[in-house]
């Protein structure tokens, strides 16, 4: 089945102590990305990646850092979690050719992090 | 630069009643738009997308949307809604000149009274 895995998905972790949320895709797409949720927010992009050893900033990115070792995973670092970290993260990834327009993106389950 | 607002917070309305969730986007090109739906403690699914060719787009469950650009907008309708409908709603549009990044309304949370 074509999907996008996160894990974990809760985490609870204390300030300070870094963490890593794991995103891995099976569709051999180039474009990945990372997202968190926060009430009244929306969805805003943290860091993406077009492809192996590409990665940008996206729109929230302090506090976190990305890594494109592999072409189908995306792993997500919190160096140093602080507790306005916490929040409900989404991985997606989608193709580049043809174009994310006519395929869409494809969402993982999402990982609930609270950092107390 | 390319944005969405969705106009509306919370929307609540019975079931067998339309549903209307609304969207505005900004662009200064023809823009790609979608409509994704969060369930509670789920992931988001895409329920349909434009993408220049017609106007009126018919995506998954009943729901369609129609893209009018004198209006910039391209609000999301369904005919009768069911009980399986109550969730949140983004109204997403892919920034320009950055290939393959959403940008995500803040969200309109779908309520359904039975």
């Known amino acids: 089945e074509a999907q996008v895995t996160q894990n974990p998905r809760y985490l609870i972790t204390v300030t300070g102590k870094k963490l890593t949320v794991t995103c891995s895709q099976n569709m051999n797409h180039e474009y990945m990305s990372w997202y968190r949720q926060d009430p009244g927010l929306g969805l805003r992009q943290i860091y993406y990646s077009m492809n192996v050893e590409v990665t940008d900033k996206g729109d929230v990115p302090e506090g976190y850092k990305v890594s494109r070792k592999e072409k189908r995973n995306f792993p997500l670092i919190l160096e140093s979690p602080s507790p306005n970290q916490t929040s409900l993260y989404f991985c997606?990834?989608?193709?580049?050719?043809?174009?994310?327009?006519?395929?869409?993106?494809?969402f993982g389950s999402g990982t609930r992090l609270t950092v107390v | 630069a390319q944005s969405v607002t969705q106009l509306d917070s919370h929307v609540s309305v019975s079931e067998g009643t339309p549903v209307l969730l609304r969207c505005n986007y900004s662009?200064?090109?023809?823009?790609?738009l979608f409509w994704y739906v969060q369930h509670p403690n789920k992931g988001l699914q895409l329920l349909l997308k434009?993408?220049?060719?017609?106007?009126l787009v018919k995506g998954i469950n009943g729901f369609e949307a129609e893209f009018k650009k004198s209006e910039t907008s391209f609000h999301l309708t369904k005919p009768s809604a069911h009980m399986s409908d109550a969730a949140e709603y983004f109204c997403?549009?892919?920034?320009?000149?950055?290939?393959?990044?959403?940008?995500f309304g803040k969200g309109t949370k779908l309520s359904v009274k039975p």
């Open positions: 662009s200064s090109y023809s823009p790609s």
């Open positions: 434009y993408t220049s060719a017609a106007t």
């Open positions: 997403v549009v892919i920034r320009g000149g950055s290939q393959g990044n959403l940008i």
């Open positions: 997606a990834s989608s193709p580049l050719s043809p174009t994310p327009e006519r395929d869409g993106y494809t």
